[in-house]
């Protein structure tokens, strides 16, 4: 390795080392016109649902992703809502599907059928979804 | 989803993952997503601490997400001009721009004009604005215009977009669930390996220092960057990866070596002709471990490459046996396992067979190191973990000792999935081994008609000139 690092050496003096790009003429920039590097969009957006008055009197229900603790946070939200709303339904996570991955656009949607099901089903007014991380 | 039906939702996340919900739910069409934030990593806390503050600090945000009115947002996503001119300036300008603008990883990037992108179209085959594929995590749509933009950006040649188009396409494919590890927290890095004559006259390297070689390192970076602007990912809001994200490597089989063993490269294992070009992809949490055999018996080595894998996995440790492990055989290395009597099939069932785990070290690291499927204590996931079919007695890997009774440790798989690639420095005795998540794609590579003409002008030699017989 030495010997190979000396000749290297001699081999750089030789070529005259970088006094040469001292001398480089300075030339005026160019200037360029770019495209954007981004992907085209392909979503339409939906309207959000118009929030509730009250959670007083409605069925709210608890979806789990099946991560994060979400079984133990769950339940303490819905005990918190039943405390300070007395008439609330809550719906626990155990008795929804769990939180689907998104499914990919075109594929079969499963498990996303299956929630919009429950959603129905149980006549859920709100949703809680737990636990992102 | 509950808000298209019409159903105010919200999302309990931790700090940070609050944007990457918004900006993934705005992304598939949920303008403005409400999120309630709990303050601490969820799984670092106890029950009582969970409880406590859900109650506290969650249930406040909760209740105004779903009562108080959402100013009204933009109908739609925003639709531009692809062609459209959306800067100018000089070298430092346009690097200060895309970076400010998320478009670029921060090094330089060479000017994506109208002229060099056209360059670059000339080399595909497609029409420019033809959907290659819609990626996750964005949902926008790859065409070979966008992907030549970041191909020209990442200092990529012309002849280079057929590579660049089929790995787009092998990232689309679901089979490489990109939409799962994409931007997960375990900083999963796809990475890609190109088989067939094309490899060879593209002069991507599948020797020493591979994925060093500027031919291989623009590639991949050209891949990183169409994640950032095709796919969507952005640190701190989209690519969660906890300590970040390296750039994508490339790869190509030491196809010469491969045939020579009388194994099959990896396309023809895979069902392609041998003078057939694909593009495959994977993902790793690490740029592998490195293991160095130093043995000449091909059932040692075996062993040792069996072990070497048992030891690296993705996810958190947890996950027993669900990592995808890509193995790079060095060829000197694959000589012995070949001479040995190996093929790449019959090796991968001997893997599979000895790497095991033990089974209360399977479920100490799945209760106290996993993310989520954890559904009791300790104890009762052993006791579910040793009724598994899985599970067995005698089957404990030659690398534990045998001491009186130990046909009764109970063992479960830890390698399912492998994949191996024929690469490196053919002088040295080296395996390399990453680990990632299930997923893994693979494309047939397709070429314009006239590319021998267009190739013959770059200055290559003819493509039929690097097939194998």
Redesign the interface.
């Known amino acids: 390795m030495k010997y190979l690092t000396t000749i290297v050496t001699a081999v750089l003096l030789a070529a005259g080392g970088p006094q040469e790009t001292v001398a480089a003429e300075r030339l005026a ?18 309207a ?8 007083d009197g409605k069925t ?1 229900c608890l979806v789990w992703n ?5 079984d ?2 769950l339940p ?2 819905g ?3 039943k405390r ?1 709303y007395p008439n609330v339904k809550i719906v626990p996570h155990y008795a929804m599907p769990l939180a689907p ?2 499914e ?2 075109g ?1 079969p949607q499963n498990e ?1 059928e299956a ?2 099901a429950a ?2 089903e149980k006549g ?10 | 989803m509950a808000e298209r039906l019409g159903i105010p939702a919200v999302a309990v996340t931790n700090p940070g993952f609050d944007d990457q919900a918004r900006t993934m739910a705005r992304e598939a069409g949920i303008p403005s997503l409400q999120v309630a934030v709990y303050p601490d990593p969820f799984d670092l806390e106890t029950d009582a601490q969970l409880r406590e503050k859900s109650a506290r600090i969650v249930v406040p945000q909760i209740i105004d997400a779903l009562t108080k009115p959402i100013p009204a947002s933009k109908g739609s996503a925003e639709n531009r001009d692809s062609r459209k001119i959306v800067f100018t300036g000089n070298i430092d300008q346009i690097n200060r721009h895309f970076t400010d603008r998320g478009w670029s990883d921060g090094m330089s990037v060479t000017p994506p004009t109208k002229e060099k992108v056209e360059e670059f179209l000339k080399y595909t085959g497609y029409p420019p604005d033809q959907e290659i594929a819609v990626l996750p995590i964005s949902n926008l749509k790859a065409t070979p215009w966008n992907i030549a933009v970041n191909g020209v950006m990442a200092g990529c040649r012309p002849e280079h977009m057929p590579i660049l188009i089929a790995a787009v396409q092998a990232m689309g494919d679901p089979a490489f669930r990109y939409r799962n590890h994409g931007g997960s927290t375990h900083s999963f890095v796809s990475f890609f390996w190109v088989n067939g004559p094309l490899a060879r006259q593209l002069r991507i390297d599948h020797g020493q220092g591979l994925i060093a070689h500027p031919v291989n390192s623009v590639i991949g970076r050209a891949m990183s960057l169409i994640e950032r602007n095709i796919a969507g990912l952005r640190i701190k809001e989209t690519q969660m990866g906890s300590f970040g994200k390296t750039l994508s490597w490339v790869l190509a089989e030491d196809e010469e070596a491969v045939n020579k063993l009388g194994w099959e490269p990896y396309h023809v294992e895979k069902g392609f002709p041998k003078n057939a070009n694909t593009v495959s992809a994977g993902t790793s949490t690490v740029w592998g471990r490195n293991l160095v055999p130093a043995t000449s018996d091909p059932r040692i080595l075996m062993e040792i490459m069996a072990y070497g894998m048992t030891t690296t996995e993705a996810f958190a440790s947890g996950f027993t046996g669900q990592s995808r492990r890509y193995v790079l055989v060095e060829p000197g290395v694959a000589r012995i396992l070949a001479e040995g009597g190996y093929t790449k099939s019959s090796l991968k069932q001997d893997l599979m067979r000895t790497g095991r785990k033990i089974t209360y070290e399977a479920v100490f690291s799945q209760v106290h190191g996993s993310f989520g499927r954890v559904n009791a204590t300790f104890e009762t996931e052993l006791q579910r973990a040793l009724r598994d079919r899985n599970n067995e007695k005698g089957k404990l890997p030659p690398w534990y000792p045998r001491f009186p009774g130990w046909e009764e440790i109970e063992t479960t798989p830890a390698i399912r999935m492998v994949e191996f690639i024929v690469c490196g420095d053919p002088a040295r005795n080296k395996v390399q081994i990453l680990a990632g998540g299930p997923g893994t794609a693979m494309q047939q590579i397709r070429l314009p008609a006239n590319w021998d003409e267009l190739m013959e002008k770059a200055g290559y030699p003819p493509l039929k000139s690097f097939y194998f017989e």
């Open positions: 920039e160019p200037v360029y016109n770019v495209v954007s590097p981004a992907g085209e969009s392909t979503v339409k957006m939906t959000m649902a118009p929030r509730l008055d009250t959670l709210v099946y991560a994060f603790k979400a133990v946070t303490a939200i005990e918190a809502l300070r991955l998104p990919p656009p594929g996303s929630l919009q959603l129905k859920c007014d709100a949703v809680i979804i737990g636990n992102g991380g």
